[in-house]
């Protein structure tokens, strides 16, 4: 069964710089998360959208934007990087019908800031 | 606001112990989910278990067993004849009911190393 695709894998940014992360969900499901998971802690919820609007907002911090295409992909656009943003990114979607809320994680993005 | 709580910041057994992970929750919903997320040092979030709010009954999938107790809020994963496989993090996490999608608060997390 396809799964949550998320690229790249891995990424080495230096501060200042800009990165874009990109989340390709399980096809028809119509929601997507972010999720930052910095090293030894859980992951944080950053932001979610459905049906390609903003559903809920976490702590995102206000260099990283988001985006959920009429494809249903999903972009996490993180600029000025800084050190303390090296983490590792989910994204997750789910399907809204019939209220599930499963959601179904991809296999993260490691992001490096160095 | 939600809250998960996991006490047991690291846990080391032997291999064939039964283990324990605790898992308290906060929350001012009526109805949620419950979920267990295995973190093996690969780094993905492997998904265990969900729980509906409304069903407290206990679940078994072979040697892992849940224990859901709505009385004390609490949500506890037990493996049972522990493996070295099982050496991960494990995370208990907690979600609203929405229409459009919810979010996940997870625990911090319980260090879970299991020695031959």
């Known amino acids: 069964a396809a799964g949550v695709i998320q690229s790249p894998r891995h990424l080495i940014k230096e501060k200042r710089e800009t990165a874009t992360l990109k989340c390709y969900p399980i096809?028809?499901?119509?929601?997507v998360y972010w999720y930052q998971q910095g090293p030894g802690q859980d992951p944080q919820f950053l932001i979610s959208f459905y049906e390609k609007m903003q559903s809920d907002k976490g702590s995102i911090p206000d260099r990283f934007s988001a985006q959920q295409f009429s494809d249903y992909h999903s972009e996490l656009n993180m600029s000025s990087l800084e050190l303390g943003d090296s983490a590792l990114y989910f994204c997750?979607?789910?399907?809204?019908?019939?209220?599930?809320?499963?959601?179904?994680f991809g296999q993260g993005t490691r992001l490096t800031v160095v | 606001a939600q809250k998960v709580t996991q006490a047991q910041t690291e846990i080391s057994v032997v291999e064939k112990e039964d283990v324990t992970l605790d898992c308290v929750y906060e929350?001012?919903?009526?109805?949620?989910?419950l979920f267990w997320y295995k973190q093996p040092p690969s780094g993905e979030l492997v998904f265990l278990i969900r729980r509906n709010s409304f069903d407290e009954q206990n679940e078994i999938s072979g040697r892992y067993s849940w224990n859901f107790q709505k009385s004390t809020s609490s949500f506890n994963f037990t493996i049972t004849a522990s493996q070295v496989v099982d050496s991960a993090v494990y995370f208990c996490?907690?979600?609203?009911?929405?229409?459009?999608?919810?979010?996940?608060?997870f625990g911090e997390g319980t260090q879970l190393t299991v020695n031959p």
């Open positions: 997750a979607s789910s399907s809204t019908d019939r209220g599930d809320t499963e959601a179904f």
């Open positions: 996490a907690l979600s609203d009911l929405k229409t459009s999608g919810s979010r996940l608060t």
């Open positions: 929350t001012r919903d009526t109805t949620y989910y």
């Open positions: 096809p028809r499901h119509d929601t």
